[in-house]
């Protein structure tokens, strides 16, 4: 499994209230990702992390902010959920270009 | 247009057919191919991977990109119970596009 775990692995929280989502690697990898999984989308990647402090943007990152302060974690922000943010979360990391995933984050919004 | 189209499926098979399965992409500059399974309520596990055009055989499944036609495909032959699952492709480099996903059941 790579030696990925994602924290909390269901929420459901209200629209307008931050959400923090966090993900734990154990491996040092320097890539990781996350990756919002959605009917008939497909994962879409919403932000990704090439080393401490260096983060860049997926193609779905309205809404959605990352910090990585430690090789190990790297944490995705609702700053404010609304209920198009209902989706399956999946983090991941990156080994000679190969994603591994994460077990996801199931999150509604209501 | 997505970077890459997945014919959506589903397909539903009897046990012991050949399923086929395939993508398309936009990017010629795309070098890495990979094909991920997904079972219900579980993250994509890694099935396949290719880099650049030709055939990869793995047991029962075999890969297949041609990097001219911008096409992968994705080939089980002798389709078990087991193969029941969502099958994704993905393309790209560090960051990978992903298709919308084909689910599959094999019907015993």
């Known amino acids: 499994d790579a030696g990925i775990t994602q924290s909390p692995r269901h929420k459901v929280t209200e629209t307008g209230t931050p959400v923090t989502l966090r993900c734990h690697q154990t491996?040092?990898?320097?890539?990781m990702y996350w990756y919002r999984q959605d009917p008939g989308h497909g994962l879409r990647l919403i932000h990704y992390s090439y080393g401490v402090k260096d983060t860049d943007k997926g193609e779905v990152s309205d809404g959605y902010s990352v910090s990585r302060s430690k090789t190990e974690d790297f944490l995705l922000t609702l700053e404010s959920a609304t209920s198009s943010q209902t989706s399956v979360y999946f983090c991941?990391?990156?080994?000679?270009?190969?994603?591994?995933f994460g077990p996801g984050t199931r999150l509604t919004v209501t | 247009q997505k970077e890459v189209e997945q014919d959506p499926g589903p397909l539903s098979v009897p046990e012991g057919a050949i399923v086929s399965l395939n993508c398309t992409y936009s990017?010629?500059?795309?070098?890495?191919f990979m094909w991920y399974r997904q079972y219900s309520r579980k993250g994509p596990e890694l099935l396949m991977y290719?880099?650049?055009?030709g055939n990869k055989e793995d047991g029962r499944f075999t890969a297949q990109v041609d990097k001219s036609s911008k096409y992968i495909s994705l080939f089980i032959r002798d389709s078990q119970p087991s193969d029941s699952a969502t099958y994704l492709c993905a393309i790209g480099d560090y960051k990978l596009s992903f298709g919308a996903g084909t689910t599959v059941t094999v019907r015993a």
């Open positions: 991941a990391i990156s080994e000679d270009r190969v994603l591994y």
């Open positions: 491996e040092n990898h320097r890539y």
């Open positions: 290719t880099y650049s055009s």
């Open positions: 990017n010629s500059a795309f070098q890495y």
